[in-house]
């Protein structure tokens, strides 16, 4: 594959990793924001997989509640990095593989639906609820999956050296 079409491989692969966590983790908070109440519980699998609706001030999981702004500018900052952090590849002629570019994409992805709650809400929606883990959502599943990928891919990387 040439340059020119890489990189546009790179971007469509990247912009529709983004958009569809994005859109799954937009439309999954409005499905139960609209039939559950804020704590109520709907159980799918009892005492394994329950949908719980929680209003989260925090970052992942419930830490560091209400601290307002900066879980605005942290996930902006991040969304910076990401994005230069591939832009620099691109401008050095390296090339990135598929799945370090979906990796970012996913990362992307969460915190942009995350920020997109905080923007409107003032706290994410958060309703996966397995009972051993706090509350979560769509888009903390894919930082989270984004970030494991990332982790075990610079383990390999470090172990090669």
């Keep these: 594959m040439n340059t020119a079409s890489?990189?546009?491989?790179?971007?469509?692969?990247?912009?529709?990793?983004?958009?569809?966590?994005?859109f799954l983790d937009q439309l999954t908070k409005k499905v139960f924001s609209n039939i559950l109440s804020v704590g109520e519980?709907?159980?799918?699998?009892?005492n394994v997989l329950h949908m719980t609706l929680v209003h989260n001030t925090g970052i992942a999981f419930?830490?560091?509640k209400d601290q307002g702004i900066v879980f605005i500018i942290i996930p902006?900052?991040?969304?910076?990095?990401?994005?230069?952090?591939?832009?620099?590849?691109?401008?050095n002629n390296e090339s990135l593989s598929s799945l370090y570019i979906v990796t970012?994409?996913?990362?992307?992805?969460?915190?942009?639906?995350?920020l997109i709650d905080r923007l409107f809400y003032g706290y994410v929606i958060d309703?996966?609820?397995i009972?051993?883990?706090?509350?979560?959502?769509?888009?903390?599943?894919?930082?989270?999956?984004?970030?494991?990928?990332l982790m075990v891919?610079?383990?390999?990387?470090?172990?090669?050296?």
Excluded: E
């Design 76 to 91: 902006v900052i991040t969304l910076i990095l990401l994005i230069y952090n591939i832009y620099y590849y691109h401008q």
């Design 104 to 114: 970012f994409s996913m990362i992307s992805g969460g915190a942009i639906g995350n």
């Design 41 to 46: 519980t709907l159980p799918i699998l009892p």
């Design 131 to 149: 009972r051993f883990w706090p509350v979560f959502n769509i888009a903390d599943s894919a930082i989270t999956i984004g970030a494991l990928i």
């Design 153 to 161: 891919k610079c383990l390999q990387y470090v172990r090669q050296k």
């Design 62 to 64: 419930g830490l560091f």
């Design 127 to 129: 309703f996966i609820d």
């Design 6 to 22: 890489r990189s546009q491989f790179d971007i469509f692969l990247s912009l529709i990793t983004v958009f569809s966590i994005v």
